[in-house]
């Protein structure tokens, strides 16, 4: 089992549309969780946090926790073709006296016209 | 805030060379992680650096080494290098007690 699993996609949405990405995890020392959009040739830049159990909202993204069943999620809403990406989740652990995040393989937004 | 520098940002080398990379982190971040991204195997993490320890690593050969310095700035480096290492090497630094990772612009290493 993967330590992360993400649908590697694409996931194609239209514009305007609600865009659903999920992710699940197997470590259940994992107490945060970090959502990172990629643009092609670019590195990762942070777009959420979550820390606790429910829904965390900011503009127009919501990641969503829940850790008995070790399953993140992040929506997108009101889609804009500048989301297309791909989406990395990251759970992070605390592991030998330090920090780890481990990703996902990520998944691939594309906000159709 | 300056972000992240990373440098060089691209790198060509020859088998069995070595190569050093340089990370800057944020002003005021003194957690400095290393990650390798190739499409087969996506984002895999490398090691961490704290007050100039490594506190984590990563399942990776010893060829992969780091190092940080008082200032925080860190550098990674790999010998003997084969062509499977041609990847994206991205730094990622946080300010504790948060644990959110900001990332460097990457070093594209190729090679041949």
């Known amino acids: 089992q993967k330590e992360v699993e993400q649908n590697s996609g694409p996931l194609s949405v239209p514009e305007g549309a609600i865009a659903s990405l999920n992710c699940t995890y197997s470590d259940r020392g994992s107490q945060s969780f970090f959502w990172y959009r990629q643009y092609s040739g670019k590195s990762p830049e942070l777009i959420m946090s979550?820390?606790?159990?429910g829904d965390k909202e900011d503009g127009r993204f919501t990641a969503q926790l829940n850790k008995a069943s070790q399953y993140v999620s992040l929506l997108i809403r009101d889609s804009q073709p500048s989301d297309s990406a791909t989406y990395l989740c990251a759970p992070h652990i605390l592991t030998g006296g330090g920090n780890k995040l481990t990703f996902g393989t990520g998944t691939q937004l594309k906000v159709e016209l | 805030k300056a972000g992240v520098t990373q440098t060089p940002r691209y790198l060509i080398k020859t088998r069995g060379q070595q190569v050093t990379l340089s990370c800057s982190p944020i002003?005021?971040?003194?957690?400095v992680s290393w990650y390798q991204q190739t499409p087969g195997q996506g984002l895999q993490f490398l090691f961490e650096y704290f007050s100039e320890t490594q506190r984590n690593k990563g399942n990776f050969p010893g060829r992969f080494s780091g190092r940080q310095f008082s200032n925080s700035r860190s550098e990674m480096n790999v010998s003997t290098l084969e062509l499977g290492d041609s990847a994206l090497y991205l730094c990622a630094t946080a300010y504790e007690p948060r644990y959110e990772q900001f990332f460097g612009p990457g070093t594209r290493l190729t090679v041949l």
């Open positions: 002003s005021g971040h003194r957690s």
């Open positions: 979550i820390y606790s159990n």
